[in-house]
């Protein structure tokens, strides 16, 4: 029978098709509780707890495959240790750049300074971590772009998390003409941020008169908000704070430049003088 | 329970179970449940804010029921902090109770014929505004309400504040000021009547920056207050995370 045909040493065809049946039903079986754990807890963990949880399970499971698998296709796990050391320095060898990314994926995992969702700045990409794999980070874009980076690069690169602390600030600079009172200016965008229910009490919004510009009185104007809402509420509080000043009569200034000439300029008023 | 039996008139805001059609309205609030055919339509509009919905159903009443204060504008964090507007000194190995005010937030809640429930709305006749409490690594961000500190029930708007009653035990040999109390949602049990709103807690004074903080769940002793317990809106969401009781760290 084809069944029992040696293939090599003492596997045989069905050694081969229990090996495939096994390691199948593994990745099934992994995918299938991937699926029931993120089905379950989806509410109660958030996004990146959850798939360090799913991923170990999973990992687990097709190990454990693996595992069985090997006695079928007349592979001891116990001569892998043996062959391991031997075959470990040629794969090390051969395959330097992965065992690093796979070594730094590692330490993103465990030492966190990136999570899912989390909006990052990674060398010159910036975007949303959409996983963090054990060899790459993928990251979607601002503008929905998929960029893969290998974990050593992310390892070695400068991170900034804008959403690792609670709070964020938020600056501006309102300029506003000589001519307006700043004193009323500060007060006019103080009470504007302090309405806002996502501007924090504490630490408290504060503005201040910063320069005294070429075209105007630049007022420093600094809020704190949730680190969630920190785009929304920047959005949304220079449009409120320049209605509120417009309100008030209080101008942004244009750039403007007074001119001395050495001679009196008499062009125009003669031009109107002669037609009146 | 008083019903408000489908009178077409528009009423004042209580905590209680109306009948459709609905129109309720208080201060710049205007809630109306109202028959269209075979279903029903929810409108609420509270100021320049304005939200409506179709409900697929012939009948129902509409209960209005104080909930926890941390759904406005968005729920961002379960924790709630009061601030005192005068500081609380309390004297060492000593008990006081106290009473301060919290934000109300008010549920609109569906009631079927066969009495399941859901939440089509929650609004707030009260600015809600949010602060951090401790750093911006260890702390925690809060919903932020500032309040006198009372030793009897003060009158106010049961719609817009309720009363905070907190047991303040000074577990230390020494003197605390205490400024601020902060309190997880979690198993925050809110009890009204037509006239109040009103809640039990408590804090603990460990040391000069350190108290642990909680919801007793009983509901507030006072004479006169008929207490009705509160649907709690927090406890049907699922937070792991979150405990009942909290442990202030950075500071009272």
Known sequence: ?276 | MVDHAGETSTEKLVFDHYTVPVVAAQDHLLVTLRKDGEKLLYSRKLGEEMLEKTLLARDGQLLFNPVEPINKPKEISPFLLVEFEQALLVQAKETVEIMVTFPVEIASIFVNGDQSMTVLDVFCLTAPRYTLYGSPITGMICRYWKSPVYLEPPAVAPYREGILEVSIQNATNRWIEVHKAVFSAHDMKIYYDLQQVAMRGYMRILSVNVAETGFTGESPSRTGFQAKKAVELLSSRKHLVVGPRLLMEEGL
């Open chain 1, 1 to 276: 029978m084809i069944i029992s045909r040696v293939v090599y040493g003492d596997v045989t065809v069905l050694n081969i098709l229990i090996a495939i049946l096994l390691f199948t039903g593994g990745l099934i079986v992994s995918k299938l509780l991937a699926f029931n754990l993120r089905r379950s807890f989806r509410e109660k963990l958030n996004r990146e707890r959850l798939e360090l949880i799913v991923k170990v399970f999973s990992y687990t499971v097709i190990l454990i495959a693996t595992l069985l698998v090997l006695p079928q296709l007349g592979v001891e796990p116990s001569g892998l240790m043996v062959a391991g050391g031997i075959v470990g320095i040629a794969l090390g060898f051969a395959s330097q750049g992965i065992v690093g990314n796979l070594i730094s994926g590692l330490f993103l995992i465990f030492e966190r300074p990136i999570k899912i969702g989390d909006n990052v700045s990674i060398g010159q990409v910036q975007g949303f971590v959409e996983d963090i794999r054990v060899i790459s980070t993928t990251i979607r874009t601002f503008d929905g772009l998929y960029v893969r980076i290998p974990n050593e690069k992310v390892f070695s690169e400068n991170i900034i998390n804008y959403v690792a602390h609670l709070v964020r600030r938020v600056d501006y600079v309102v300029s506003i003409r000589y001519a307006d009172n700043a004193e009323k200016a500060i007060g006019i965008i103080l009470r504007v941020l302090q309405t806002h229910p996502l501007v924090l009490v504490n630490p408290a919004p504060y503005a201040y008169v910063d320069e005294l510009g070429d075209d105007g009185v630049n007022i420093i104007v600094r809020a704190w908000t949730p680190t969630m809402e920190w785009f929304g509420v920047k959005t949304e509080m220079l449009r409120k704070i320049k209605h509120a000043l417009e309100e008030e009569g209080i101008e942004i200034p244009f750039p403007q430049r007074t001119l001395w000439f050495a001679e009196k300029l008499t062009h125009g008023r003669e031009q109107g003088d002669s037609q009146q």
